[in-house]
């Protein structure tokens, strides 16, 4: 056996710990790690986790978190296409770990490289690519089709500075090719007037994406045809219900949710912009929320002089956020402090160039919006 197979710690001897002892490792595994590390948590993460975390954030902020810090190590509690970023905009020196290898993204699944790659191909065939066409991705995609849109004049985006990137884009460019988040992509084209009927959705399933060679030329946006699993679960009628059952109530929803819901609510961002709009709204606002449900939950506790419901009454949770549990995170962070790094992730040389030009084309392109 290897020196580093022998000091690797098992996970399993963390899942008969008590939730007191666990925090306690991790607080000792922190404290012995010092600005050695650093443990960054997105705002979906539950509870448990995030009062670990030195730093959160929304998947924007984590990005320019992970290209600014000095620390050796950066644990990442949130998503594998989140700690992939991390990989890509950190110093080549730097290590990231995920500390549950299932912590997944659905939507990001909803699309491949080989499945990208394929259908940029179509659209050269049928011509589409002699106008200018930009590939575009949402921050939730692999690195593979991050750095796909780097290395064809394309950038990434995530909810809260799409409309700054599409006003750009949309000025210097004929059309634009969106992945994975149809949700997103259209209702941040309806944003800029752009009518439905140019916005076409993309199956990559079907010969064309299922559209006809002259739907293709026809339109402004092309959306991939992906969604979140999470914030799909949010209806319009969910909107109705909770404006009949609470007067006075604002609606405040992600866009990630549908067309449809969106255009119900009465405002709509970022997970930042959610946190922001409640953190300065007054005493006695009524919210109802369409997002991640430990992210409004919190938001409740935080502010008691405020009523705030989750938008839907089932249970709207990101199951593979909650896959770091204070458990895996423990098991990471003691592993580093014997010096030995578990669930690494690593992005190839080649993919880490093409997708860092693309995500810093996002942050030199944007900035932070309120
Ligand atoms: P944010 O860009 O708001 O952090 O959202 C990321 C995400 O995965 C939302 O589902
Ligand atoms: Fe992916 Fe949706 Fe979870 Fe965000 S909330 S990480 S988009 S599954």
């Known amino acids: ?24 490792r991790i607080g000792s595994a922190r404290e012995a790690l010092g600005p050695r590390v650093v443990i960054l948590g997105h705002h979906y993460q539950r509870d ?5 975390a030195d730093l959160f954030g929304d998947s924007y902020q984590l990005s320019l978190m992970a290209s600014q810090t000095d620390a050796d190590y950066i644990v990442f509690c ?3 296409f989140m700690a992939e970023s991390a990989n890509v905009v950190g110093k080549p020196s730097q290590r990231v770990i995920l500390p549950d290898l299932g912590a997944g993204c659905s939507m990001a699944d909803m699309a491949n490289i080989d499945q990208v790659e394929d259908s940029w191909e179509q659209l050269r065939d049928i011509g589409v690519l002699d106008s200018k066409v930009a590939p575009i991705t949402y921050m939730n995609s692999t690195a593979a089709i991050k750095a796909f849109c780097g ?15 599409f006003d750009i884009y949309l000025k210097e460019y004929d059309k634009m090719f969106f992945f994975p988040d149809q949700h997103l992509g259209r209702n941040t084209g309806a944003k800029f007037g752009i009518p439905l009927d ?34 799909g679960r949010f209806k319009p009628w969910h909107v109705d219900k909770i404006r009949e059952e609470v007067p006075g109530v604002k609606v405040l929803v992600h866009p990630e949710c549908t067309r449809e819901v969106v255009e119900k609510s009465d ?31 919190r938001l409740a506790k935080r502010f008691p002089d405020q009523e705030i419901h989750l938008l839907a009454p089932d249970l709207c949770m990101c199951a593979t956020m909650y896959r770091i549990a204070p458990q895996n995170l423990a098991w990471a962070m003691e592993n580093l402090a014997d010096g030995v790094v578990v ?25 932070r919006p309120g």
């Open 267 to 297: 405002l709509d961002g970022s997970t930042s912009f959610i946190i922001k709009t409640v953190e300065n709204a007054p005493a006695g606002s009524k919210w109802a929320i369409g997002t991640e449900v430990n992210l409004v939950n």
């Open 343 to 367: 669930n690494e992730i690593i992005v190839d040389d080649e993919t880490k160039h093409y997708a860092g030009i693309a995500l810093d084309r996002m942050i030199s392109m944007t900035e």
């Open 48 to 52: 448990d986790v995030i009062r670990h």
């Open 1 to 24: 056996m290897s020196a580093v197979l022998e000091a690797t710690r098992e996970l399993e001897e963390y899942l008969v710990l008590s939730d007191q002892e666990i925090a306690e």
């Open 78 to 80: 949130g998503v594998h």
């Open 198 to 231: 140019k916005m076409v959705v993309w199956n990559p399933h079907e010969e064309l994406g299922g559209n006809t060679p002259e739907q293709l030329h026809d339109a402004k946006l092309i959306l991939w045809r992906g969604h979140c699993s999470v914030h």
């Open 151 to 165: 290395r064809n004049e394309g950038v990434v985006c995530t909810s809260s500075n799409a409309v700054p990137l």
